[in-house]
């Protein structure tokens, strides 16, 4: 079963793996990766706790997707 945007909020904010229909996420070694179809566009480094936030302009998707990391992440 995919996620939707209310379920993919809530797992971002818990940073737990996920599949959307363009958005996904995924624990790699203690990086948690955020894909926007092809393209990461988030990752947290548990190591660190360093949040990364791809802010290059793609589509109306993926803008809405960084959103949804921004507002999960406390990010601006």
């Known amino acids: ?3 939707n945007y209310r379920t993919i909020a809530t ?3 818990n940073r737990e793996s996920f599949e959307g229909n ?7 070694g203690s990086d948690y ?3 926007s ?4 566009i988030a ?6 706790e360093t949040k990364w936030l791809n802010e290059t302009k793609y589509s109306v998707t993926t803008s ?3 959103n949804l990391i921004r507002k999960a992440w406390g990010v601006n």
């Open 11 to 13: 797992k971002l904010a």
């Open 43 to 48: 990752a947290y480094m548990a190591d660190t």
């Open 33 to 35: 990766r955020v894909m």
């Open 22 to 28: 363009s958005l996904r996420a995924y624990w790699a």
């Open 1 to 3: 079963m995919q996620d």
């Open 37 to 40: 179809y092809s393209t990461m």
């Open 64 to 66: 809405r997707h960084q």
